[in-house]
């Protein structure tokens, strides 16, 4: 932690409702902290270009690229937004991290050590959570919504990649199974363990 500051990571399958989450998060701790919502891909330029292209563009670049282009991204971001934040006394709330180019990337194939090695530069979190959620459960949520990665064999290797960072304990598990409520208080007492463990 950095003069009080806490960087705070929430991941999970598109759809798992880890926007949503990291959000109630931002705004509770607000109540009681300074406190700022954040988010990967970040709003730089690199960031924006990755929306763009990448997510919602038509055509996809080579993985490796895009593995690339997220490290850079994430730089960018922590350079940017995140130290500044966490050096002024901020919580910050990252929406995606580290984490999401392991498990989308790696589940792609790429191999994860030369992730790790291209991300060598990140900021490790004081807290990063998985919101997990069934892969059908997250299909159904996505059924309406364009996603390059809309299929339930994808999204179980993308699940099975975050699944073996909870075994490492770089990552905790919340279901996100449950109803929205009971989610975020889950997830609030993961934050507020930590936070008392370093007050």
């Not at 490796?64 to 730089?75: H, K, N, P």
């Amino acid at each position: 932690m950095v003069n009080k500051g806490a960087f705070i990571v929430l991941e999970g399958l598109d759809g798992s409702g880890k926007s949503t989450q990291a959000k109630i998060l931002a705004g509770r701790l607000k109540k009681s902290h300074m406190a700022i919502y954040t988010a990967e891909p970040s709003r730089g330029k690199i960031g924006v270009f990755i929306r763009k292209r990448i997510l919602y563009g038509d055509t996809r670049l080579p993985i490796c690229v895009e593995a690339l282009l997220f490290a850079a991204d994430r730089i960018e971001h922590i350079r940017n937004e995140v130290l500044p934040a966490l050096e002024s006394g901020f919580l910050v709330i990252s929406d995606r991290y580290l984490y999401s180019s392991l498990a989308y990337q790696g589940s792609a194939g790429l191999n994860l050590d030369w992730i790790q090695t291209i991300n060598a530069y990140a900021l490790k979190p004081d807290l990063a959570l998985f919101i997990d959620v069934n892969p059908e459960t997250v299909l159904k949520r996505l059924r309406r919504k364009k996603s390059v990665m809309e299929n339930l064999e994808t999204q179980q290797r993308v699940r099975e990649v975050y699944l073996s960072y909870v075994d490492k304990g770089e990552l905790i598990n919340i279901n996100g199974n449950k109803p929205r409520k009971e989610v975020a208080k889950d997830v609030f007492a993961a934050v507020t363990a930590l936070l008392e463990a370093h007050s």
